[in-house]
């Protein structure tokens, strides 16, 4: 079955870029999407179809998909960012999710 | 507001089923899936299925199959999953989230609050 990797756990310092990953076989042929999960509170898509942000997403989050990787970019990171962020891509008429990153901003 | 209200938290035994609800508001109904989404207690995001509100038709992940289904009501606005033969470890929280069935990539823009349950002898 098809999987999508993410690294458990990413730290940045205030202000800085966090980069978190998200590998899969081929995913640059499929659309990517990402979530951010608070604690306590549901899921919020930040990233659709590699790129796109929702209305209400700040300039910040950012997203790219190339080859077999999709990655989630939040530049000038907040400590209100730090969360667990989940990729997302269909696979057929399936859709699956990564593992999930506890970004950590400290 | 564009909204998805769950029902209420349930308590099953082993070997019970389980009927969640999902509520619809302020969008066309028919439009969208309606995905199933749970998370077991400090995991992560698990995708149940789908239900197209269209059709009806329906699809769900491998590890279900037989065990869950999904319905809907057009009159109502509302979506229905139902799992059966709970274990243990289908103590969960469980969303729904709705997906743009015209195009997929436009990813689950819109979550209910989540429904527990818990699953205990």
């Known amino acids: 079955s098809y999987e999508l990797t993410q690294p458990p756990s990413v730290s940045v310092s205030p202000g800085q870029t966090a980069s978190i990953s998200c590998f899969g076989d081929?995913?640059?042929?499929?659309?990517a999407c990402w979530y951010q999960q608070k604690p306590g509170q549901s899921p919020l898509l930040v990233i659709y179809y590699d790129t796109q942000r929702p209305s209400g997403i700040p300039e910040r989050f950012s997203g790219s998909n190339s080859g077999n990787t999709a990655t989630l970019t939040i530049s000038g990171t907040q400590a209100m960012d730090e969360a667990d962020y989940y990729c997302q891509a269909w696979v057929g008429s399936t859709v699956v999710f990564g593992g999930g990153t506890k970004l950590t901003v400290l | 507001q564009v909204q998805l209200v769950q029902s209420g938290a349930e308590v099953k035994k082993p070997g019970a089923s389980v009927k969640v609800s999902c509520k619809a508001s302020e969008y066309t109904f028919t439009d969208y899936y309606i995905h199933w989404v749970r998370q077991a207690p400090g995991q992560g995001l698990e995708w149940m299925g789908w239900?197209?509100?269209?059709?009806?038709?329906?699809n769900s992940a491998l590890k279900f199959y037989g065990r869950v289904t999904m319905t809907r009501d057009t009159s109502d606005s509302t979506a229905y999953m139902e799992l059966g033969s709970l274990r243990s470890d289908d103590t969960a929280l469980y969303y729904c989230?709705?997906?743009?069935?015209?195009?997929?990539?436009?990813?689950?823009?819109?979550w209910g609050q989540g429904t527990t349950v818990t699953v205990s002898s």
């Open positions: 081929k995913l640059g042929d499929k659309a």
């Open positions: 239900i197209n509100t269209n059709s009806g038709v329906t």
């Open positions: 989230a709705r997906g743009l069935i015209a195009i997929s990539a436009y990813g689950l823009d819109v």
